[in-house]
């Protein structure tokens, strides 16, 4: 991801030859603007093809932490994850658009058949979808750097940037403030659309390596959030290029909620 632009669409579809630095502690400048900063993470992104990820969420009372694996391309992110969300260990799959959950055992009854996995969807009329659809399918996608990136990319300004280490590794650290009036509907962590105020500014921080590619992203969400001790959401990449395993469900496993 390094000297071009970061956002989520090009992100997917651009190579970084040239547009990168070999190492962050070079004499390349630094990114000096947030559009040019997140279409080359952007793009690094998808060159990279594949990470591991880590994302914990900390809103006053609520911690959550989640882990998983992700593939990138031009025509969109897939992955694959497990999260404490709801209390108890979940399993979502995110592929070709598509978000699938498994459904913990004590409640494979009021699935057809008794089937493991079940279709989310933020407008689905099944019981599941109507209560945490929304807030699992924003949570997946809050893990997708693209979408991030391209966030950054309508409505981020660059505040600063310089090169330094993260876990012992060479990094760039660039600081964005987002203005969220400005992404419409497309708000983060699945903030609802028109209760910001605009002007509302969040702070971003991501850490890029040596290729743009995404090591760190923490979105700081407390300046919207009233009477909270504090808002975060980290999420952690790493293992670029390594080999995933990142499918569906069968769709003989897959059927449809039906209690309440």
Known sequence: MRRTALALGAVLTVTLTGACSDDTTGSAPLFS????LADAASAATVAGHSAKFTT???AGTLVSHGQGQAKFAADGTSLVMTTDYIGEPLELRLVARQLYAKVP???RDQVTDGKPWVKVSPD???PFS??????LAQLAEQNDPARTLAQVRTAGTLKSGERTQLDGTG?????VDVDLAKLGSELPAGLPPGTVTPGTKVPLDLW???ADRPLQLVLDLSPILSGSD???ITARYSGWGSPVDVQAPAADQVGALVGG
Request: aromatic share 4%; charged share 30%; glycine share 16%.
């Open 33 to 36: 603007d947030a559009r040019s």
């Open 56 to 58: 914990d969420v900390a």
């Open 130 to 135: 109507q209560v945490l659809g929304g807030s």
């Open 208 to 210: 890029l390596d040596a």
């Open 124 to 126: 689905g009329s099944d």
């Open 105 to 107: 055992d004590g409640s």
């Open 230 to 232: 504090g808002a975060r």
């Open 171 to 175: 990094a760039e650290h660039y600081r």
